[in-house]
Structure formats: structure tokens, C-alpha cells
């Protein structure tokens, strides 16, 4: 028997549609997936530190963040806050790139830290 996975997903909240096709994507490779991440519609209640904990345990739980690497995510606080934590707790970290963005660069937090460099393919991810 394989071990369960369990995700937390970093992308940017300026596109809710991408994150939610994203997770359709990976329960369709995996219905067995727990995804905890956090998208707009499920927002983390609390002030910035009970967020910001609530974010550190979901991670915790985590066996690999995926981050999806689209323009300016390295720009974006908490998306900042989450590679910070995923580099710090030595998570495998899987970099998707979206459709047409291949080439965008990898945040420089995540330099030396990537498992694995992925395209958004249903195959790959």
C-alpha cells in the first residue's frame, strides 16, 4: 500500500480560477489527495498570526508544496511567507510552471531547494 499524499499548493490569489483548476488537476491524477492548501473561498480566519500558524501547520502536514510559479508570485507576502516555511521545514518542493510560462524563473528563495521542475500537464503533475 502507497502512502497517501498530501499537498499544499502556493499560487497567487489574483487568478482563483487557475488555483481551482489546479486542484481539480490533482484530484483527477489522485482522488485520494489531501490538498491543504488555502484558496480565496476557503480564507484562513484569525489575525496575521494565527494565519500565518495556521499556514506553518498545513504545510507541517504536508509531504510535498507545489508552487505555482506564475509572474510576480515571488512579489506576493504570503506567498513569500509560505516558501520561506516550505525551505525551512525541508519539504520537497515541486515548481509548476502554467501554460505559456515555462520560462518564468523560479523565485530566488527556492534556489537549491526544487525536487522537481514541472510543467502544468494532468501527466506531469
Not at 21 to 47: K, M, N
Request: contains cysteine; hydrophobic residues 40%.
Amino acid at each position: 500500500m502507497s502512502e497517501r499524499a498530501n499537498v499544499y499548493a502556493i499560487h497567487s490569489w489574483e487568478d482563483p480560477e487557475a488555483c481551482r483548476r489546479f486542484e481539480q488537476l490533482l484530484r483527477g491524477s489522485d482522488p485520494s489527495l489531501v490538498h491543504y492548501s488555502v484558496p480565496p473561498e476557503r480564507a484562513l480566519p484569525g489575525t496575521e498570526r494565527q494565519v500565518r500558524e495556521s499556514i506553518r501547520s498545513r504545510i507541517g502536514f504536508a509531504t510535498a508544496v507545489l508552487v505555482v510559479n506564475t509572474p510576480g508570485i515571488h512579489l506576493r507576502p504570503t506567498a513569500t511567507f509560505e516558501m520561506e516555511v516550505a525551505v525551512a521545514m525541508k519539504k520537497r518542493i515541486v515548481v509548476v510552471q502554467p501554460h505559456g510560462e515555462f520560462y518564468q524563473p523560479i523565485p530566488e528563495i527556492l534556489h537549491g531547494q526544487v525536487y522537481r521542475h514541472a510543467t502544468w500537464r494532468s501527466d506531469v503533475v
